[in-house]
């Protein structure tokens, strides 16, 4: 990794799950590909951290299953998304960035908009399936989504919603 200053660049990024770990792991890698010097923290899985990520907390913290587990990791994931506020308010990242996970990273771009941190959203959450309504939370909280699929484009421009498409990257 290459070596980093009080004034490198910050980011922290946001990851739910496996699949979303190996995304945030690439996506890392090509903006140091840009900025060698970015520092990057994490709620990281094995790819991110093995990206170079400084992990604040493991997506393995957030693994549930079941309804009744749900119930009993709330304190859990609350604890977590307080830290996490803590750490962006320490850190003061230029830009948090969202991987997937929305019933997690919706809170964390919630957090983000309080802090004045503009929130990017990779891969978002597929609401033109289901649950179109959260459109309206993603344009008021999230400054820009970046699309791997191309008719998101279109969607989410009929709600005038920010966004660039990068292609998939597998």
Same mark, same amino acid.
């Given at each position: 990794? *290459?070596? /980093? *200053?009080?004034? @490198?660049?910050?980011?922290?990024? @946001?990851?739910?799950?496996? *699949?979303?770990? !190996?995304?945030?792991?690439?996506?890392?890698? &090509?903006? $140091?590909?840009? $900025?060698? #010097?970015? =520092?990057?923290?994490?709620?990281?899985?094995?790819?991110?951290?093995?990206?170079?990520?400084?992990?604040?907390?493991?997506?393995?913290?957030?693994?549930?299953?079941?309804?009744?587990?749900?119930?009993?990791?709330?304190? $859990?994931?609350?604890?977590?998304?307080?830290?996490?506020?803590?750490?962006?308010?320490? /850190?003061?990242?230029?830009?948090?960035?969202?991987? #997937?996970?929305?019933?997690?990273?919706?809170? =964390?771009?919630? !957090?983000? +908009?309080?802090?004045?941190?503009?929130?990017?959203? +990779?891969?978002?959450?597929? !609401?033109? &399936?289901?649950? /179109?309504?959260?459109?309206?939370?993603?344009?008021?909280? =999230?400054?820009?989504?970046?699309?791997?699929?191309?008719?998101?484009?279109?969607?989410?421009? $009929?709600?005038?919603?920010? =966004?660039?498409?990068?292609?998939?990257?597998?």
């Amino acid at each position: 990794m *290459s070596k /980093t *200053s009080p004034s @490198s660049p910050r980011v922290f990024i @946001s990851c739910g799950e496996p *699949s979303g770990d !190996i995304h945030a792991a690439e996506l890392l890698l &090509a903006l $140091r590909k840009h $900025r060698p #010097d970015l =520092v990057c923290s994490a709620m990281a899985g094995p790819s991110l951290r093995a990206a170079g990520a400084e992990e604040l907390h493991g997506i393995e913290e957030l693994s549930v299953m079941g309804f009744t587990e749900v119930f009993s990791a709330l304190p $859990r994931a609350l604890r977590l998304l307080a830290d996490i506020k803590r750490h962006l308010e320490a /850190t003061r990242p230029a830009a948090v960035i969202l991987v #997937d996970a929305p019933e997690f990273n919706f809170r =964390v771009a919630r !957090i983000a +908009y309080s802090l004045n941190v503009p929130a990017y959203y +990779y891969i978002s959450p597929k !609401i033109w &399936a289901w649950r /179109t309504r959260r459109v309206h939370f993603l344009k008021k909280y =999230v400054r820009k989504i970046i699309s791997i699929l191309p008719f998101e484009l279109d969607f989410y421009a $009929r709600y005038e919603v920010k =966004v660039d498409y990068v292609g998939n990257p597998l």
